[in-house]
């Protein structure tokens, strides 16, 4: 299993930035997907997931994530997407898109992407 981070960057307080994870080596669509990020200094901690029941998918978001941040996938591209919108500088992080797993804890997936840097200035 192979995930690809990419997307991330510098960006001022306030902008958006979209991360893509392409996926390979799994059946992508019986997947749930997730984003994880890591500060300095600090764990990795649940940013949002979709997740599959049965032919619906949902999808859950951190505290911190709800409103400004959207997670997407792209089953026939196995691809999926977190769009963050109003970005803080406290979202400066290590990003990660993670499968092979559920839930919310980063001790609950296998297959972990390489991670993209996201910096946010104030």
């Known amino acids: 299993v192979q995930l690809q981070a990419s997307g991330g960057g510098l960006v001022q307080a306030g902008g958006s930035l979209r991360l893509s994870c392409a996926a390979s080596?799994?059946?992508?669509?019986?997947?749930?997907m997730a984003w994880f990020r890591q500060a300095p200094g600090k764990g990795r901690e649940f940013v949002a997931s979709?997740?599959?029941?049965?032919?619906?998918?949902?999808?859950y978001y951190a505290d911190s994530a709800k409103g400004r941040f959207t997670i997407s996938r792209d089953n026939i591209e196995n691809t999926v997407y977190l769009q963050m919108n109003s970005l803080k500088p406290e979202d400066t992080a290590v990003y990660y898109c993670?499968?092979?797993?559920?839930?919310?804890?980063?001790?609950?997936?296998?297959?972990w992407g390489q991670g993209t840097q996201v910096t946010v200035s104030s």
């Open positions: 080596g799994l059946t992508f669509s019986n997947n749930d």
């Open positions: 993670a499968a092979g797993g559920t839930g919310h804890s980063p001790h609950l997936y296998n297959y």
């Open positions: 979709i997740t599959r029941n049965y032919n619906t998918y949902y999808t």
